[in-house]
């Protein structure tokens, strides 16, 4: 696999997790609009806060790459 290929293959991904990272910030944010959570709501809040979280350090390392 060539340079540019392999570019084009981590450009696919990184815009693969930046979506990711973007319905996972949407959840996240449909969690926080509501006054209370429940205890179900507080771990899936904690949850995504973690991919999410997990998802950037894949972006960051894989823009690393592609430099």
């Given at each position: 696999m060539d340079l540019e290929s392999k570019s084009r293959s981590a450009n696919?991904?990184?815009?693969?997790?930046?979506?990711?990272?973007?319905q996972y910030s949407q959840q996240l944010e449909s969690l926080t609009q509501k006054p209370y959570?429940?205890?179900?709501?507080?771990?899936?809040e904690v949850r995504l806060k973690k991919l999410k979280l997990r998802v950037k350090d894949q972006i960051t390392?894989?823009?690393g790459m592609v430099v």
């Open positions: 696919t991904e990184i815009d693969r997790l930046e979506a990711q990272h973007r959570l429940s205890d179900d709501e507080q771990i899936e390392a894989r823009r």
